[in-house]
């Protein structure tokens, strides 16, 4: 790769950068950013050169993801029924209980193969030995999948023949794989099922995404106003009359699904859905109350989580997290707020967080009000020294820092395609990559050898 580039006559990688950027453009693949006031939606950044990993870090990746979304799914079905680990105090009961994602209401509910978690994104760090680390998990709708398949076609058509030189491994067969997840979802008694996937609408900052994975998969695409609960059996809208729906691939949170359950003053949701689930009628994925399983602060605890259902010690392990209900912990943190990165425990898209070597001391005296308010809803990690690559920022090539989200899908079995979305702070210097923050993203190439 290093003597490709040198070959390139001058200005060929702006050349190409700026084909790239048409591509984003003409393909629409757009994002929204909340935070900002310039309008709703931007093109999504895009660095031109990949990210190498190789085949054995690759290896390693996947048996860890493989690992930690099978001992989640153990620990979702056990507290929502038994609670084994809860009567063996691996975790405090408290702390499960008052998380704004556990949901009695799926107390006892049984879902298809016990797969709570069938969409992972898992954040994951390099950090200075080299060794990656998970840095956060994401089991309720995790976002950006389009963008790594996204990533590689715009690669493909800025590179023409470049994949076929250096034993890149395949990616575009995500849309398939996750199809067949969902099918292994539907209820026993359906041979041939029908998916949807249920979107919020077009101001969700993913909708992009959303028409994709569906276009990819070849389902509907709808919003809960085609839906329609019937005889306690789900129904979807079309010219022909009703259609059974069988699994629905929902990208809105539990909280909207259902008014008649949840919030009342939702209008993005069907009424009479979760009863229709309750009875085994229709699969979601993911299955309600699974944000429980990424709250920061039981992140916290799942190594022993590993531990406890599969006697094994994590193949990745997890960031250092100071939890603050604990007292001792609490002051450690109030008294490095400068150092530490605090985040929010039930947010996600790096909302809710506070860098502190990036801080100012209003925002540290704003959060430390925060956490005094209520250490539960918060927990502090060390600002770890993450990982550069090279990218190719305003026609120089320079190191920004990156982290790594597979994906791990889990129907039948569990599945990994090699790579993930590789998410660049593209602020030098920075360390924040969210993309709901501004960040950007290049192609990830897990080599064959």
Known sequence: M????????????????????????????????????????????????????????????KDGMTQRITALNLFLKDIYHEGGILKAGIIPRELIYSSKHYRREMRGVSIPRNAYVAIAGTDLVRVGDGKFMVLE?????????????????????????????YGVQPIMHYGQTLLATLRALAPDHVAEPKIVLLSPGVFNSAYFEHTFLARQMGVPLVEGRDLLVHNNFLY????????????????????????????PDSILGVSGLFNV??????????AVGTGVAD???????????????????????????????????????????DQLVVKAVGESGGYG??????????????????????????????????????????GHIESRHVDLRPFVLNGAEVNIVPGGLTRVALQKGSLV???????????????HE
């Open 353 to 394: 967080m506070l860098i502190g070597p990036h801080s100012t001391k209003a925002m540290r005296e704003e959060f430390r009000m925060r956490i005094k308010a209520n250490p539960r809803d918060y927990i502090a990690q060390p600002t770890l020294d993450l990982s550069c690559v090279p990218c190719f920022i305003d």
């Open 295 to 337: 709250d920061k602060a039981v992140y916290a605890y799942v190594p022993q989580i590993i531990k406890y259902y599969l006697g094994e010690d994590p193949i990745i392990e997890n960031v250092e997290t100071y939890l603050l209900e604990d007292k001792a912990q609490l002051q450690h943190v109030l008294g490095r707020l």
């Open 236 to 263: 979807m809208r079309t010219t022909a009359g009703l259609h059974k729906v069988d699994v629905v691939y929902r990208r809105i949170d539990d909280d909207f699904l259902d008014p008649l359950i949840f919030r």
């Open 137 to 165: 998990d994401n089991l309720r709708v995790p976002s950006g999948v389009s963008y790594m398949l996204a990533n590689r076609q715009v690669m493909k058509h800025v590179f023409p023949g470049m994949f076929q030189h």
């Open 277 to 286: 689930y309750r009875a085994g009628n229709v699969a979601l994925a993911n």
């Open 433 to 447: 990559v969210n993309s709901s923050q501004g960040g950007g993203s290049k192609d990830t190439w897990v080599l």
């Open 2 to 61: 290093y003597r490709f580039l040198l070959q390139l006559p001058d200005n060929e990688l702006v050349h190409r950068q700026s084909a790239a950027d048409l591509s984003f453009l003409q393909q629409g693949i757009t994002f929204t950013v909340y935070a900002e006031n310039k309008g709703t939606e931007r093109i999504f950044p895009y660095d031109l050169l990949p990210r190498l990993i190789s085949n054995a870090e690759w290896q390693t990746i």
